[in-house]
């Protein structure tokens, strides 16, 4: 039987074989600056509402509803995405995914009135909706072995993201106005479609659909970028395939496919890879990763906006918390400054954790620190112990939202991985846009040991799902079928 396996190898020990070198330093800055870009559009929501609202005289609603628009539109492109990336590739999706994002981010910023900018700002959430495939891609490129701890790296693109976009906006919002911050925000997007011809398809998926050809073409420029050697042998898909499979070349099957009509055969693949989602092996899984994701997103989004109300004192409810010196918009934007820098600490702290005690233990530590933070703030406290307590929270809210996430593409196999993290992702958006209502309905009416509570609750049941899970996937291959 040994004799059998002499001279083939698996992409995951390929990968391994091949290291973490430059060619992957490459595909993590392109799919880096997907997670750039999301984090700019994402944190425009925390500071162009109130411009918006005292420009065009909007309610606080209508403010929220800003937010809470982007957030529906993640939750229909995250789904949508998924499926066009598992069936026509993960290049295609960034294609689309670009056009639609950077398209609609740019023309929103000439837009005449409210509808136009919420139609607009919609769209950009849809485009929103695909960063998943740009942490699947990446996650597809990277060793079993130091995958948690490259994962994390990656994340930390959002983070800038965020701080860029703080500081952008402290300094273009005091000289322009919010429709340059919307401009000015749309760039990422651009370079990301600028780029696309020299991101590689992913070898992984290619080897899904049977063109290992391709997929050792890919490889083999690996070697020669990183200068390091393939495994002699074969390429196979699995070491658990049948070993007439193995045996006969993926190209010499393909001839078989045309007799199908493509569009037919993509369409029932597209809806074959979403109902996979709820089989018996994968129902479980699929269940709790849609409640941990919508617990995360709702948090951590939930903090952002707090940051923002708390801040700006513009309830008018809390008057100690915007007695720290600053005018109100310079307290706004310093503060979300502040507590976009505190995800940098929470993600050292994670990246640290992730590959030692596994993904499940590093979530539980983190958003068990995150319920400590959010607490005091049950009752009014001083505007620096108000920071602080933020600093903290989303430091932790962040670091847990990283590792859910890299944990979602993980837990699923290769033909359904990109759908099944989008559509995780799409529930999470749901808690996207549920946090607006809590953090701007409930702060704005003096409700914020309200609202707090409900944000300890939500943790606290992300917390007994993230037990449940039945296994970790620290070191662990990556699956390409649900067994």
């Known amino acids: 039987m040994d004799n059998e396996q002499v001279g083939l190898y698996t992409l995951?020990?390929?990968?391994?074989?091949?290291?973490?070198?430059?060619?992957?330093?490459?595909?993590?800055?392109?799919?880096?600056?997907?997670?750039?870009?999301?984090?700019?559009?994402?944190?425009?929501?925390?500071?162009?509402?109130?411009?918006v609202k005292s420009e065009w005289g909007l309610s606080s609603s209508q403010e929220s509803l800003l937010s809470t628009i982007v957030f529906a539109g993640m939750v229909i492109g995250a789904y949508g995405w998924g499926t066009i990336s598992d069936t026509y590739g993960r290049r295609t999706g960034f294609l689309t995914i670009s056009i639609v994002t950077s398209g609609a981010g740019f023309l929103s910023t000439f837009s005449p009135n409210y509808l136009s900018l919420v139609i607009l700002r919609g769209f950009v959430g849809f485009g929103l909706g695909g960063t998943s495939v740009f942490l699947s891609w990446f996650l597809e490129f990277v060793p079993a072995s130091s995958r948690g701890m490259w994962m994390i790296v990656f994340s930390t693109f959002w983070t800038f993201g965020s701080i860029f976009e703080a500081t952008l906006v402290w300094i273009v919002m005091a000289k322009l106005n919010w429709r340059w911050v919307l401009a000015l925000s749309s760039v990422p997007s651009f370079a990301l479609l600028f780029l696309y011809g020299v991101a590689p398809e992913s070898p992984r998926y290619l080897c899904m659909k049977g063109r290992t050809g391709d997929a050792l073409r890919i490889l083999e420029k690996i070697a020669s970028v990183n200068r390091t050697k393939l495994p002699a042998g074969v390429l196979i898909s699995s070491r658990s395939t049948d070993k007439a499979e193995e045996s006969t070349p993926?190209?010499?099957?393909?001839?078989?496919?045309?007799?199908?009509?493509?569009?037919?055969?993509?369409?029932?693949?597209?809806?074959?890879?979403?109902?996979?989602?709820?089989?018996?092996?994968?129902?479980?899984?699929?269940?709790?990763?849609?409640?941990?994701?919508?617990?995360?997103?709702?948090?951590?989004?939930?903090?952002?906006?707090?940051?923002?109300?708390?801040?700006?004192?513009?309830?008018?409810?809390?008057?100690?918390?915007?007695?720290?010196?600053?005018?109100?918009?310079?307290?706004?934007?310093?503060?979300?400054?502040?507590?976009?820098?505190?995800?940098?600490?929470?993600?050292?702290?994670?990246?640290?954790?992730?590959?030692?005690?596994?993904?499940?233990?590093?979530?539980?530590?983190?958003?068990?620190?995150?319920?400590?933070?959010?607490?005091?703030?049950?009752?009014?406290?001083?505007?620096?112990?108000?920071?602080?307590?933020?600093?903290?929270a989303r430091m932790n809210a962040m670091a847990t939202f990283?590792?859910?996430?890299?944990?979602?593409?993980?837990?699923?196999?290769?033909?359904?991985?990109?759908?099944?993290?989008?559509?995780?992702?799409?529930?999470?958006?749901?808690?996207?846009?549920?946090?607006?209502?809590?953090?701007?309905?409930?702060?704005?009416?003096?409700?914020?040991?309200?609202?707090?509570?409900?944000?300890?609750?939500?943790?606290?049941?992300?917390?007994?799902?993230?037990?449940?899970?039945?296994?970790d996937t620290k070191g662990r291959e990556l699956s390409d079928t649900a067994c």
């Open 12 to 51: 995951d020990e390929a990968l391994e074989s091949l290291g973490f070198g430059k060619f992957q330093a490459f595909v993590l800055a392109y799919a880096g600056l997907g997670w750039f870009a999301e984090a700019m559009e994402i944190m425009i929501l925390s500071f162009i509402g109130q411009a």
């Open 250 to 392: 993926s190209e010499d099957r393909i001839p078989l496919l045309p007799s199908l009509s493509k569009s037919s055969m993509q369409s029932k693949l597209g809806l074959s890879s979403f109902f996979m989602l709820f089989s018996s092996k994968l129902i479980k899984t699929t269940a709790l990763l849609w409640v941990l994701l919508f617990g995360d997103s709702f948090s951590y989004y939930g903090i952002i906006l707090l940051t923002s109300k708390l801040s700006s004192g513009e309830s008018g409810c809390f008057p100690t918390i915007q007695s720290s010196g600053y005018l109100l918009g310079d307290s706004l934007y310093v503060n979300a400054f502040i507590t976009s820098i505190a995800e940098l600490p929470g993600l050292f702290l994670s990246a640290l954790l992730v590959d030692r005690v596994g993904r499940k233990q590093t979530m539980s530590i983190m958003f068990g620190l995150a319920f400590i933070f959010l607490l005091p703030l049950l009752t009014r406290q001083s505007a620096v112990l108000t920071t602080c307590l933020l600093f903290g």
């Open 402 to 471: 990283t590792v859910a996430s890299i944990y979602a593409p993980e837990l699923y196999p290769t033909s359904v991985r990109t759908t099944g993290a989008g559509v995780a992702s799409a529930v999470g958006r749901i808690g996207g846009m549920v946090c607006p209502l809590v953090s701007v309905a409930l702060v704005n009416a003096c409700h914020q040991t309200e609202a707090i509570a409900i944000y300890l609750a939500v943790i606290v049941v992300s917390l007994v799902c993230i037990q449940l899970f039945p296994y």
